[in-house]
Each structure stands twice: as C-alpha cells, then as structure tokens.
C-alpha cells in the first residue's frame, strides 16, 4: 500500500551542468523495481535540475527550507522559490544540518510546517549518534524527533515521508543491519500511529545511511523499509542503477 521510494541527497556535489548531465544519465536508466525516484540536488543546481527532468518519471526534491515566507535571512531559501522550480520534495532535518547549522527538533517542526503549507512534501530526517546507540536509547531518540517535527502537521501527515538515517553510518560504509532498521522503523511507525493513527500505515519511512548496490536488496526486502535515501551511491549513474533496481 505505500508506493516505495529511492531519493538521491547530492548534498554539496554536482554544479549546474555537472547536475544536468548526471540527471541525463539517469533518464536513460531502468526502474524495474517501480519505486519513485527522487533526486535532491543543491539548491543552486534546482534550475538546472528542474529543466532536465521535464518529460520524465523523476521527480525533484531540495536539501532545505526555510520556516519564513521571505525576509532577513541571508543565505537561505523559501518555500515559494523552490515551489515555482517545480520543486516537489524537500528534505529537513537531515543530520548534517543539525551537526554543522544548529538545526534542532524545533526549527525541523517549523521548516516542516512551512512545507507542507506551501505545497512541498517533506522527507524529515531522524537517527541516533553511535553514543546514543551504544547508550540503547535509540528508539526513544527518533520517537522523540519524530513527534516534535510532526508537531501541528494534522491532516496532512498523508504528505509527509521519515528518513531513519542513524548519524554513525552516514558515509562511513557502516549500515544498520536490515533487522535492526526494520525494527526502529517499526517504532517511529509507532510514535507516528501514537499521534496520528492509522494515517500512519500510508507514512513512508525510508532507510539512509550506506545504502548501495549490494545492500540495497536487503534492506528494501523488510516489510517496514519503504526506500531509501541515498548520499554516495546516487552521485554517478551506475551506482544509483544498482540500488533503483534493488531485485
Ligand atoms: P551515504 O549514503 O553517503 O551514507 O549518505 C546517506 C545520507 O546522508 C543521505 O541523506
């Protein structure tokens, strides 16, 4: 019942015409597996972007929003920009904007908020340090994130897609294995069911963190897994092949 979803985070790679010219190669690719696919590139490259996949099944995500209309905030970006570039998705909350720009649970809620009243679905980003792991709080940690940046969100929850990305196997080749992320999937599934019910079923929550080619099908075989969201592995086109086309 929920369509499953591979999103490629570009973080800070891939200029212009470097975006224009992996998004050609991954046209030319086959999706065996019928996921949705999603590539999120950098906010200067969304034009770029946005241009390039005209006529085709990808669809166009950012790495950020901000939580105001328009205003002093130098060096950010608004909902409504992003949404006349034919931005669809945008991630919040991903670990490295909480590490290196002081995001926190608060300002995810407000990004999100800001998201869905404009139009873009967010991907909400979630996980535990290794210290948090090796403490065994890590489903109390991404229950809490979750219900905080899902704060006031109501009816349109149906938009929303979670990204269970633990901080310690962000580009280090190190995964959670397929057990264990099915299982704090399984307990933000719960958190998000607490507050919003059965809407929670319809909730996609994706894996990241090391995903690629060879975990890929692993990963996408557990029942609470519905995608992926790929750093690495998604900046040249043979590597994002190998996780699109996860069977
Ligand atoms: P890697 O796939 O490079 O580990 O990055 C995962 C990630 O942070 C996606 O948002």
Same mark, same amino acid.
């Given at each position: 019942m929920r369509t499953p979803m591979i999103a490629g985070n570009?973080?800070?790679?891939?200029?212009p015409a470097q975006t224009k010219a992996l998004i050609e190669d991954l046209k030319k690719m086959? *999706?065996?597996?019928g996921a949705e696919l999603v590539v999120c590139p950098m906010t200067v490259s969304l034009a770029a972007a946005s241009e390039a996949l005209k006529g085709s099944n990808i669809h166009l995500g950012a790495q950020n929003v901000h939580f105001?209309? *328009?205003?002093?905030?130098?060096g950010e970006c608004n909902a409504d920009s992003l949404k006349e570039l034919g931005v669809e998705y945008v991630i919040i909350g991903h670990s490295e904007r909480r590490q290196?720009?002081?995001?926190t649970d608060v300002t995810v809620n407000q990004r999100s908020l800001k998201a869905l009243e404009a139009g873009l679905k967010p991907i909400i980003c979630v996980g535990e340090s290794l210290e948090q792991k090796q403490q065994g709080i890590t489903k109390e940690i991404v229950c809490m994130q979750t219900k905080v940046a899902l704060l006031n969100v109501g009816a349109q929850i149906e938009n929303v897609v979670i990204a269970y990305e633990p901080v310690w196997a962000i580009g280090t080749g190190l995964t959670a294995s397929p057990e264990e992320a099915n299982a704090t999937i399984a307990a933000i599934r719960g958190a998000i069911r607490e507050v919003f019910g059965a809407a929670a079923d319809r909730v996609r929550i994706l894996y990241g963190g090391s995903m690629n080619a060879k975990n890929a099908h692993d990963l996408m075989?557990?029942?609470?897994?519905?995608?992926g969201l790929i750093?690495?592995?998604?900046?040249?086109a043979e590597k994002f092949d190998g996780v699109v086309n996860f069977n």
């Open positions: 570009w973080k800070m790679n891939k200029t086959q *999706n065996r597996c105001a209309d *328009n205003g002093a905030y130098t290196y720009f002081g995001e075989a557990q029942p609470e897994i519905d995608g750093g690495g592995a998604a900046l040249a």
